[in-house]
């Protein structure tokens, strides 16, 4: 037999009405032996398997949430679902957890299984924000939550730090300590689009201060790594005196290289990150940073799928924006 197997084809198989089998599956101590061990030998027999997920959505007691990170190697977002776990256990519910890697297809896929297994509801962090495939599924009634600052005027509720106000503050922060030549590093730019304009707000403020951009193809410590060894190639009179990172880890990266090469912390370049992930405040240069509330995000995240899952026609999209933490380490400090 191929396929998944239903109750039916164990019923035909041994013999019984359908009502036996969901008897043998819930309520075995009414059934005979003979019965019951036959049922069961079936149900080995064929490889069955009961869909508890849809069982419950039957009840109305679905207790399974489906949750795609744009990338779990990423400690910001290993974080952030672990304190959605923590969130949504708290309320009786688990999180199945998916890392698209920020591969369309595969944050397609993910969102196809879950579907297919009936979660309670969704919360995406996307690869491109709103796609045609979750408006499809929004539309099908799932209830679905973005970690997202382009969710705002969408048909979807959405939740992130304010990236605006992170990056204004990243950037004046270093405007501050007496930088004039500022570069912000990370790609691709759409996806930290929030954080780039909040740092060409600060930067437009102050007379004589330059921004820059140095793309990304991702946001890894490789990539880090490789902006930092181009820099250091720099004539010291051409290089940013600052750089603002889209991320921790292109900031951890920039400063392996740049320490390898001679470069002075923050003397020569002052660095400050984005996320303040666990490594941050060890590094070998203690990284200044924004900090991201991952417990308030994740605990509004678990919040706002619920209630719509309660009152899908009443529900009331909310775009939530929390406000950022400038952490000031030696990164950036002034000597």
Not at 190 to 196: A, E, L, N, S, Y
Not at 251 to 276: E, F, K, N, T
Not at 303 to 312: K, Q, T, Y
Request: contains cysteine.
């Amino acid at each position: 037999m191929t396929g998944p197997v239903g109750i039916r084809e164990v019923a035909e198989r041994a013999g019984v009405s359908v009502g036996t089998v969901s008897n043998v599956l819930n309520k075995p101590d009414i059934v005979s032996k003979r019965t019951l061990a036959k049922v069961l030998q079936v149900i080995d027999d064929l490889g069955f398997v009961r869909n508890d997920l849809a069982r419950q959505l039957k009840m109305g007691g679905g207790t399974t949430l489906g949750m795609i990170v744009l990338n779990v190697a990423n400690p910001f977002f290993a974080e952030l679902a672990h304190a959605s776990e923590a969130a949504a256990e708290q309320l009786g519910y688990t999180v199945v957890l998916g890392s698209s890697d920020q591969l369309a297809g595969r944050e397609d896929r993910y969102i196809d299984l879950f579907e297919e297994q009936r979660v309670r509801g969704m919360l995406i962090a996307p690869l491109e924000g709103t796609t045609q495939r979750m408006r499809r599924l929004r539309q099908r009634g799932m209830p679905l939550v973005l970690f997202d600052i382009r969710g705002d005027g969408g048909d979807f509720c959405s939740v992130a730090m304010d990236g605006d106000a992170g990056g204004y503050l990243a950037a004046t922060h270093l405007v501050q300590q007496g930088k004039r030549y500022i570069a912000f590093l990370g790609g691709p730019l759409h996806q930290v689009q929030d954080r780039w304009v909040g740092a060409l707000r600060a930067c437009a403020e102050t007379s004589g201060v330059k921004l820059t951009h140095i793309d990304t193809v991702d946001q890894t410590i490789a990539d880090g790594n490789a902006a930092g060894d181009e820099l250091a190639r720099m004539p010291a009179a051409e290089r940013p005196d600052a750089v603002f990172a889209a991320n921790d880890l292109l900031a951890l990266g920039l400063m392996q290289s740049l320490v390898r090469a001679g470069i002075r912390l923050p003397h020569d370049i002052a660095i400050v990150g984005y996320d303040d992930i666990d490594y941050a405040a060890s590094a070998i240069v203690p990284l200044s940073t924004i900090r991201q509330p991952q417990r308030e995000l994740a605990r509004e995240a678990i919040r706002l799928v619920l209630d719509e899952a309660a009152d899908p026609s009443g529900h009331q999209h909310e775009h939530l924006r929390l406000p950022p933490e400038l952490v000031v380490r030696e990164s950036s400090k002034s000597t």
